[in-house]
């Protein structure tokens, strides 16, 4: 789409389902998706006559903290509604969510594309419980209302997104916020966080929006991208060809490319919202909310510049280390034991997300410690050891565990500086490679690191490599 003669505004819906033992208005388990269906259910999820639901606090707390990261102003009162509407997985005929008066009100988040920052402001954050999942089949459909009543907070955007770029980018710096704070697992392909997507072309230098479609239901970050590349384009292409673009909520589909009509756009007043008349107001008091502030951890954001300040780190490292809470705790355990951060950055980087990719772990199955690694970098600097010992050290602390110096000297992997020694591996590995020799001789600077392997050889690779090429050069001089 051409800039310079649309603009196009995106706003986003984004649901996502809480990190709860039970579900939000009854004492049922939630996230329990490989459970046989229908069997986490009771007469409050089901809708049942005479059912009664009473609130999650947890997702009360969870939500507030959310707002509070976001920068959102708290609903000292706030109030559940129902939203009517027929379908089948939704077993009351009406969902419990929050029209009228939401716990989260305001705020935003920043988020960098192409390396400029950009806030995108927040309308508000609401609580409501989430739908049954339904599985479409050739002739038939099946719900399981396992998921019915799972704890769900939406968060609305203000259409202050301008490409598919910056909407993936709120996401993603979205998604990496709530897993932090253990608001949720954000799981993409469970359905833990979903989107809806509203979006609309205006011509450039006005003001007034455009008319707005959405689409529904999007799960993968992917087709968020592509759903809306595609869905600009044929706004613009319905105006460029005189036609008028309607306010309707649309489908993507994925292996078509595509976003087709479902039903024009819903109005609030087709779900005839009224006060849930089955449960009182949410009261909270301004000590409960700073109780609930302080127990937010810090976000990647702040992390990341922290690691640059503390540890002096590049960005690129300080960005990968933070991208997981877990890592970043045991990066920075080991940065503390070490005198060398950087040092612990490269090997926690390389080495230790390289062994647990490989075995399909995650760090909290590594038998590593952050104080074994930062022993074992501390026999590398000192030279008690060199790169290939201390790469043999590595992958048996990570298998096993242990002490990095007594493995060290039950495998007598300690480093050879003895300079006779060192000069004994060196001539004979002058003696067996007069080519090599010659080569070094006539300027080729390569044949010296041949001759250094060569020694490492001879040592059974417990040489000092540095000291063995200064041996040589000493030797090889005319």
Not at 276 to 296: F, K, S
Not at 298 to 327: C, H, K, M, Q
Not at 356 to 382: F, M, Q, R, V, W
Not at 445 to 455: D, R, S, T
């Amino acid at each position: 789409m051409s800039a310079t003669e649309y603009i196009a505004s995106i706003g986003l819906e984004v649901h996502v389902q809480l990190k709860t033992r039970t579900k939000m208005f009854c004492s049922c388990p939630a996230h329990r998706e490989d459970d046989p269906p229908n069997t986490n259910v009771c007469p409050v999820c089901l809708g049942l006559p005479g059912a009664l639901p009473v609130p999650n606090r947890e997702a009360i707390r969870k939500t507030v903290k959310t707002g509070l990261m976001m920068g959102s102003t708290i609903s000292l009162r706030s109030r559940f509604d129902r939203k009517n509407y027929f379908y089948p997985d939704m077993p009351k005929n009406y969902q419990i969510t929050q029209q009228e008066r939401p716990l989260c009100i305001g705020g935003g988040l920043e988020i960098e594309v192409n390396g400029k920052k950009k806030y995108i402001r927040l309308n508000h954050i609401h609580q409501e419980e989430d739908a049954a999942k339904i599985t479409h089949l050739e002739h038939s459909s099946e719900i399981d209302y396992n998921r019915a009543s799972t704890p769900l907070m939406e968060m609305v955007t203000e259409p202050d997104m301008s490409t598919p770029d910056e909407a993936i980018a709120f996401l993603t710096a979205l998604r990496e916020m709530l897993i932090y704070a253990g608001i949720s697992e954000c799981d993409l392909e469970r359905g833990h966080m979903r989107c809806d997507v509203n979006s609309s072309i205006r011509p450039a230098g006005t003001d007034r929006l455009g008319v707005k479609c959405e689409i529904k239901n999007m799960n993968t970050f992917r087709g968020i991208h592509r759903a809306l590349e595609y869905e600009l384009r044929r706004q613009q292409s319905v105006l460029e060809s005189g036609g008028t673009l309607r306010q309707e909520t649309r489908r993507w589909d994925d292996e078509a490319g595509a976003t087709f009509p479902m039903r024009s756009k819903e109005y609030a007043h087709d779900y005839r919202y009224f006060n849930e008349p089955d449960l009182p107001p949410v009261v909270l008091d301004q000590a409960t909310i700073d109780q609930w502030r302080t127990e937010i951890p810090e976000l990647p954001r702040a992390r990341r510049a922290r690691f640059v300040s503390d540890y002096g780190l590049p960005e690129y490292d300080a960005g990968v280390l933070t991208a997981d809470r877990a890592i970043a705790d045991w990066y920075e355990a080991a940065a503390r034991a070490s005198k060398n951060p950087k040092a612990v950055s490269n090997w926690v980087m390389g080495e230790l997300l390289r062994a647990l990719g490989e075995k399909g772990l995650t760090i909290a199955d590594a038998k590593i410690t952050p104080a074994a690694l930062a022993s074992l970098l501390d026999l590398l600097d000192k030279k008690t050891i060199n790169g290939p010992a201390a790469k043999e050290v590595f992958q048996i602390l990570f298998d096993q565990g242990g002490d990095p110096a007594e493995i060290v000297k039950a495998k007598g992997l300690a480093q050879v500086s003895d300079t006779g020694a060192m000069e004994t591996f060196a001539e004979q590995a002058i003696a067996a490679n007069p080519k090599s020799v010659d080569d070094y001789r006539s300027g080729k600077q390569a044949a010296l690191m041949y001759l250094v392997g060569q020694v490492m050889k001879l040592s059974r690779g417990k040489a000092n490599p540095q000291l063995a090429a200064e041996i040589l050069r000493a030797k090889l001089a005319p």
